[in-house]
């Protein structure tokens, strides 16, 4: 009997041990994370979105505005009608006025197979529905159809500031993400932060009246206040659009800027995009030509080449031209002028006049290879400008070492060199600066409510002298006056400009019938309000810049010159 009672004992303590054992590791070791798990069960709560910043023009007018759209959801367990019959109520809300019968019965089946989801008990069925489809949705008086609110971004101008806007997609994780221009480059200045609600529910999902509850407030995103001036905008993107249809070019864009800040005033590229229906259109038209495209860009470049010589002196705007009298042979190649005219003695000023590309390779071969490269990389070229948008891209120069003569000669009248357009009027606008240069920039503001903040913008530095500067401002307006496209030329107006027509590089050789036409150009020329560049790709009307680039130029500016107080003289 004692030895029964022993084995009890002995088991009892044993299985109290156990038992205590237990308990330790349950409410000890594994209790944090069985208290998280519990909590989890009564505990819910949901995201809080922040409103994404707005994108206004310089007088604060909207670019990019904020506006409501609707989720349209079925809570399942709540329809009460046959779920096909529910589908061919919603269905036409759901697709375009213009779709078929055959569309429509499509999403008929999409929403029948979603509402016959027997694991769910909450699922989407339309994003971006408007506030007028809903209310109409809201008529039918379908039980267990809801509505959450969504934020969308609505484009007042549509396209016309597309390649300079961009747009808000979804990322991989199925987050809201701007892409391209202003959306994508400052995307975390607009995005705000989220805030957070969290409350106690019963087992059914249903808020406790008495529980806890906790909710961390959304922080909305900062505005950005554009350098943008709304009326050049539109003005530029509906000549723009006039311009590529009267000269029947494949595309072409304008940028107007301010050559003393760098402060862009307009941008537009064609063929554009609605970036409120970004998905409807090719991934190629969402990169901005005038920050990511790339071409050679014919005589436009030579202003570079010319005041680069003028401010290392190795050449004065009176200085002769020994080998302008015929074409020029060098090694195995010849360089002639584009209309196979050649003067002897030509002094730098008709070169530019001119256009002559003999000229310019005596220009060349005046600074060479060493100096013409350390002045392309003071000049931008082959670099970043910095720009605020997303997609900036530059074609690199060639390794300074692997510069022979040719090169040296075709670079100085702008072939075998590749660039972007905001490459080009950022160099060209060092010259009406007077020698310095500056970082073009597209916001000039953040704001919120109650505060603003002025973004500065560093990077103004000269590169050449004032009077290379001038020197060759005084060319670029005897070219306006006396050039090829002279007759475009507006009596009275003090224009500094310059033609560019580049044969476009095809398989090792350049086509012999389409030209990229560029025009750049700044007024007045002696205290400039603006600077301007037009390129169009491929006209078919006439492949010379002179003939389709000029006169479009001209034609914007008409409508610039008395919008920013410009006279003739006289």
Request: charged letters at 25%; aromatic letters at 10%.
């Amino acid at each position: 009997m004692p030895n029964r009672i022993k084995i009890v004992t002995v088991l009892f303590f044993l299985s109290f041990t156990v038992v205590l054992g237990r308990l330790f590791y349950w409410q000890i070791y594994k209790g944090k994370e069985l208290a998280i798990q519990a909590r989890s069960q009564y505990v819910g709560g949901e995201t809080i979105m922040a409103p994404r910043g707005e994108i206004l023009a310089s007088d604060g007018s909207w670019f990019v505005a904020r506006g409501d759209s609707w989720l349209v959801y079925a809570a399942l367990p709540k329809i009460l009608e046959d779920s096909k019959e529910v589908a061919e109520k919603l269905a036409p809300y759901f697709i375009d006025s213009n779709k078929t019968r055959k569309d429509l019965l499509v999403e008929i089946d999409r929403l029948t197979s979603l509402l016959e989801k027997d694991s769910a008990v909450w699922i989407p069925l339309k994003n971006r529905v408007s506030t007028g489809t809903k209310t109409e949705i809201e008529k039918l008086n379908i039980e267990g159809i809801g509505f959450e609110r969504q934020e969308i971004r609505v484009y007042p101008e549509a396209s016309s500031a597309a390649h300079l806007l961009g747009f808000v997609g979804k990322s991989s994780d199925g987050e809201e993400q701007g892409y391209f221009g202003l959306e994508g480059y400052y995307h975390l200045t607009l995005s705000g932060k989220p805030g957070y609600l969290s409350r106690e529910s019963d087992a059914r999902g249903v808020p406790i009246l008495l529980g806890n509850s906790q909710k961390i407030s959304a922080i909305e995103g900062i505005n950005l206040v554009t350098s943008i001036d709304k009326p050049v905008q539109l003005n530029v993107n509906k000549k723009l659009k006039d311009g590529i249809e009267t000269y029947g070019a494949a595309g072409g864009s304008v940028i107007v800027m301010d050559p003393k800040s760098g402060r862009v005033l307009a941008m537009a590229s064609y063929p554009s995009y609605d970036p409120a229906e970004y998905f409807k259109y090719g991934d190629a038209l969402f990169n901005n030509p005038v920050i990511s495209s790339s071409f050679e860009p014919g005589s436009v470049f030579k202003v570079i080449v010319m005041a680069s010589a003028l401010d290392a002196e190795v050449v004065e705007p009176d200085t002769k031209c020994d080998i302008c009298a015929g074409p020029l042979k060098i090694g195995k190649y010849y360089v002639k002028t584009w209309n196979n005219e050649y003067h002897a003695d030509s002094t730098m000023i008709d070169v530019i006049v001119r256009s002559d590309n003999v000229g310019m390779a005596f220009v060349g071969s005046k600074l060479g290879a060493n100096k013409m490269y350390e002045y392309l990389n003071k000049f931008g070229i082959g670099e970043l400008t910095g720009i605020d948008l997303q997609g900036e891209a530059t074609p690199k120069l060639r390794d300074k070492d692997k510069w022979g003569d040719i090169d040296v000669a075709t670079a100085s009248f702008g072939q075998g060199v590749a660039v972007t357009p905001i490459q080009i009027i950022r160099a060209v606008s060092t010259i009406a600066n007077k020698g310095v240069i500056v970082t073009p920039h597209v916001v000039d503001k953040l704001s919120g409510e109650g505060w603003e903040e002025e973004i500065k913008v560093n990077g103004a530095e000269r590169i050449i002298s004032e009077k290379a500067a001038t020197q060759f401002t005084a060319m670029m307006v005897e070219a306006a006056k006396k050039g090829e496209a002279k007759w475009t030329h507006e009596r009275g107006f003090k224009v500094a400009g310059k033609t560019g027509t580049a044969q476009i590089p095809i398989e090792g050789h350049y086509d012999e019938e389409k030209t990229i036409a560029s025009f750049v150009g700044f007024a007045p020329y002696d205290d400039p309000k603006f600077i301007m560049l037009v390129t169009l790709h491929e006209p078919s009307t006439s492949p010379w810049a002179s003939e389709t680039a000029a006169p479009l130029w001209y034609s914007i500016a008409k409508n610039l010159f008395p919008y920013f107080g410009i006279h003739p003289e006289n």
